[in-house]
């Protein structure tokens, strides 16, 4: 089962980039519902790398429920201008065991609306999670379904607050 988000973002498509290769703002737009704690040797890099990255979760920060794999890739761009993260891990113990591989694709690029009123460029972002959690797999859907809608509204008032800074030549 699919769960799906489309959102225009308030924020240029190199600063939502940015922040969909960032833990911190992995852990911002999943809190409180769920908070990430990694299991990586000095803890959560600065940028998400490719390759995998264990994590214990917390419902709530009160209730463990369980660990889970995060393996991130960066798949190339299906079209010009469109900037893709893939998350393909899944659960590994506790509640989580229960879907043990998912598919969870986030794509970013310029609003096809082009600029708003003021001469702002805007995000285009599409978010796909795929679920297969054999019988339990409705039961799954759904708690990630309602926790999908928190994250894109989370995203929606976070990204103004997205910046994004060039390198200096």
Do not use: N
Request: hydrophobic share 45%.
């Amino acid at each position: 089962m699919r769960v799906l988000l489309k959102l225009i973002l308030d924020c240029d498509p190199d600063a939502a980039w940015r922040a969909l290769q960032s833990p911190t703002s992995f852990r911002e737009v999943s809190f409180p519902w769920a908070d990430f704690s990694s299991l990586e040797p000095g803890g959560f890099p600065t940028v998400w790398s490719a390759g995998a990255h264990p994590v214990t979760v917390r419902a709530l920060r009160a209730v463990s429920i369980g660990a889970q794999q995060i393996d991130i890739s960066f798949p190339g761009s299906p079209a010009p201008g469109v900037r893709v993260l893939r998350d393909s891990g899944g659960g590994r113990s506790g509640i989580l065991g229960v879907i043990p591989k998912l598919d969870h694709r986030m794509a970013v690029s310029a609003d096809p609306a082009g600029p708003d009123s003021e001469g702002r460029v805007r995000t285009l972002y599409r978010d796909q999670l795929i679920v297969k959690a054999g019988l339990l797999t409705p039961a799954a859907w759904y708690s990630l379904w309602a926790f999908w809608q928190w994250r894109g509204l989370r995203l929606r008032q976070l990204a103004p607050t997205w910046a994004y800074d060039p390198e200096a030549s």
